[in-house]
């Protein structure tokens, strides 16, 4: 999903590039990605998925404790900002996200790349996403994060895992279309830009916007749901007793919770990162009229 660096023809100076020249970097990188190999592109699948769940982590740590003490939409907003912190780290760092890499549809419709190569890509790369966020979950619960603020870190987590694997399939959905429609959104302006306080810019608005209002990021979801999984599984029968909670409150949060989360989820991604982003750009800039 890494934006690649500017290169020769691509325009000079410090000025970002313009959203026709946007189009024609975002295809070509489609086709690198479409033809990297199988391993390189796990790899940096796996740390993407890492990078969103530090994201994630924090925006769990900030939110512990604000109700009743911050409005609402505040300790939104400040969860969004640092909760940008997985996409800065994926866009500057260097690494493949399942989300962003849904403007690979640009590439395919201008048949530069096949159905297959895209599907192959978008495969490896959810999978890598995957196993990273979720092994980025079980370092974290290792290290007792669950257990600050007196456990209250922890029930924040219980209480985001709970809420994702309750919501309705159709909700998740069109929650998921409006989360990738600001993740692409902040990806394309990342072509654009010409520096890192560029890239900066352009990420923070947009992934603060969608996690202020609450949609669905799958990527996100699969540190989420299997952090408040493992706290469920695992916490200590203290931990319980001192938040005042009661695990049966929680036993929608299962590893088939979170399929069932992520199987709408994804699919409003892929039509609002692929469809909604990329294609409507592809159309506007790419398209070549018919004789």
């Known amino acids: 999903m890494t934006p690649q660096d500017n290169g020769p023809g691509q325009g000079g100076g410090f000025d ?23 391993l390189r592109l796990l790899t940096l699948a796996l740390l993407a998925g890492a990078f ?14 604000t109700a009743g003490v911050m409005p609402f939409g505040i300790a939104r907003m400040l969860g969004g900002l640092v909760f940008a912190l997985g996409l800065i780290l994926v866009v500057l760092g260097g690494a493949e996200l399942f989300t962003g890499d849904n403007l690979m549809v640009m590439a395919w419709a201008s048949r ?12 490896i790369v959810f999978v890598g996403n995957l196993i990273g966020a979720v092994a980025t979950a ?13 456990g209250g870190v922890g029930a924040t987590a219980l209480a985001i895992g ?14 998921g279309i409006l989360c990738n429609v600001l993740v692409c959104l902040a990806v394309w302006l990342c072509y654009g830009a010409r520096s890192t306080t560029d890239k900066l810019l352009a990420v923070l608005f947009p992934i603060t916007a969608f996690v202020a209002a609450g949609f669905e990021h799958s990527v996100a979801n699969m540190y989420f749901v299997p952090q408040a999984l493992l706290i ?55 398209r070549r009229p018919s004789a």
């Open 138 to 150: 079980v370092l974290v619960f290792l290290a007792g994060h669950h257990l600050l603020a007196e």
């Open 232 to 286: 469920l599984w695992w916490a200590p029968e203290g931990f319980w007793a001192a938040n005042g909670l009661d695990p049966a409150a929680y036993a929608g949060i299962t590893p088939w919770g979170l399929a069932v989360n992520l199987v709408p989820v994804t699919l409003g991604n892929m039509v609002g990162g692929g469809g909604l982003v990329g294609l409507v750009y592809w159309f506007v800039y790419l």
């Open 162 to 175: 709970r809420a994702k694997v309750e919501l309705p399939f159709m909700r998740a959905f069109f929650m």
């Open 112 to 123: 530069r790349i096949t159905l297959r190569a895209l599907l192959r890509a978008w495969a």
């Open 16 to 38: 970002a590039l313009l959203p026709a020249e946007i189009a024609r970097k975002a295809e070509a990188t489609g086709v690198a990605k479409a033809g990297m190999d199988g």
């Open 52 to 65: 969103i769940g530090l994201g994630a982590m924090a925006a769990t740590t900030l939110w512990t404790g």
